[in-house]
């Protein structure tokens, strides 16, 4: 098996686990994660004031809540028990972009709606 990918530190992306041995539940739960927090994160909701959050960037957050409502809805049906965390933590980001937004993009149009329906 080829050398697991390494982060920005060099510190590996998986666990010294083989990826064979993880269940696919857990590779896409972990990959939902990961497009979740970078995307608070794009949303600015780490810090104290998101509106003045220097990691804020909505056209990158937008990029990634879509890729997780893509991820979500592809694989929905193989998540069990992990869908409905899953799903609501995709809604909430949904929700905080509408909220962020100057000019909120109508229901249905955004990020990630295509997949999920609208989101109010």
């Keep these: 098996m080829s050398e697991a990918p390494e982060g920005p530190e060099g510190e590996s992306l998986f666990s010294t686990r083989d990826l064979a041995e993880i269940p696919s539940v857990e590779v896409i739960s972990r990959a939902a994660l990961m497009l979740m927090s970078a995307a608070a994160e794009r949303l600015g909701l780490a810090d104290e004031d998101p509106d003045t959050s220097p990691h804020r960037?909505?056209?990158?957050?937008?990029?990634?809540?879509?890729?997780?409502?893509?991820?979500?809805?592809?694989?929905?049906?193989?998540?069990?028990?992990?869908?409905?965390?899953?799903?609501d933590g995709l809604q909430s980001l949904q929700k905080a972009f509408r909220e962020s937004s100057a000019f909120p993009d109508a229901p249905g149009q955004g990020p990630g709606e295509k997949y999920t329906g609208p989101v109010y």
């Design 57 to 87: 960037d909505l056209d990158e957050a937008r990029r990634l809540i879509t890729a997780l409502a893509g991820l979500v809805t592809a694989s929905v049906e193989y998540l069990g028990p992990h869908a409905a965390p899953i799903r």
